[in-house]
């Protein structure tokens, strides 16, 4: 029952979690700790994600397919985790569709991940962000089944998958999932888009609020900061997928048609 109560609180488990419940117990080893973990999961009561990953299957249920939350598998791959990106968007609950990758932060992520139907896919931290020791700038926290999860605020989401679209999806998914959210803190998204230090980013920031300045209140005072750094040449929207397009000369960006006039088959 001792160990119930453990199981019960951590859906999601990681193996030093259980080493720290032990210990609340007085029970240190590691020989505990396997004879323990290896007599759940011959039960059918824990099942192993990765090495030192854990889910608890309730007993009865079917180890196969009874549902494991991917979002604190994700969470728990490392220590730091940062669900981010399009995960981000979905943990908010504003991603225009859901997908079976799921891609989290960390300053050291392990190798790609498969658990079921889902890839986990750990990215570095941006190296603007390490340099100037803020890592943790834009996280918070949200609950997952009495679990704390850190995950990107919607803020830096926005900026982050700008930055990196590629693993966000197409530019349709991203600016239908992005015009789901009705609020922005603007003083924070300008704040950590120039805290990125990437202009080409930066004037993607400032191209995405210049086109929906009414519907987020966007103010002069925000896209200033931004349009002064913004590229001195034209870049690609897209480095990675230069199609043609239109010189946006306010932001210096290249932008597909078919995104400015919002004809997604164009843009896919």
């Known amino acids: ?91 908010h609950g504003y991603a225009y569709s859901i997908r079976e990758h799921l891609t989290y932060s960390a300053s050291r992520p392990v190798s790609p991940v498969t658990f079921r139907s889902h890839v986990f896919r750990g990215v570095r931290y941006p190296q603007s962000l390490c340099r100037a020791e803020k890592v943790d700038f834009g996280v918070t926290t949200v609950d997952r ?22 693993l966000s999806g197409s530019w349709e998914e991203i600016w239908r999932s992005l015009e789901a959210i009705e609020f922005f803190d603007l003083e924070k998204v300008v704040e950590y888009a120039l805290l990125l230090g990437n202009a080409t980013t930066i004037a993607k920031v400032g191209f995405y609020l210049e086109q929906h300045r009414e519907s987020l209140m966007v103010e002069e005072s925000h896209l200033k900061p931004l349009r002064d750094h913004r590229p001195r040449q034209p870049h690609y929207l897209d480095s990675s997928n230069r199609k043609s397009g239109k010189v946006v000369g306010d932001w210096n960006l290249v932008v597909p048609v078919g995104l400015l006039k919002r004809t997604w088959g164009e843009v896919l």
């Open 145 to 166: 089944a009495g679990l704390e999860v850190r995950v990107t605020s919607l803020e830096r989401t926005l900026v982050d998958v700008l930055d990196r679209p590629a």
């Open 1 to 91: 029952m001792k160990h119930e109560t453990f199981f019960r609180k951590h859906p999601v488990f990681t193996g030093e979690e259980f080493n720290d419940h032990l210990a609340s117990l007085g029970k240190t080893g590691p020989r505990t700790r396997e004879s323990l973990l290896n007599y759940h999961r011959n039960t059918g009561h824990v099942i192993l994600i990765r090495r030192g990953l854990y889910a608890v299957i309730p007993i009865g249920a079917d180890t196969d397919s009874y549902p494991v939350d991917p979002f604190l598998v994700a969470a728990k791959l490392t220590a730091d985790a940062v669900l981010s990106y399009h995960t981000a968007l979905e943990v």
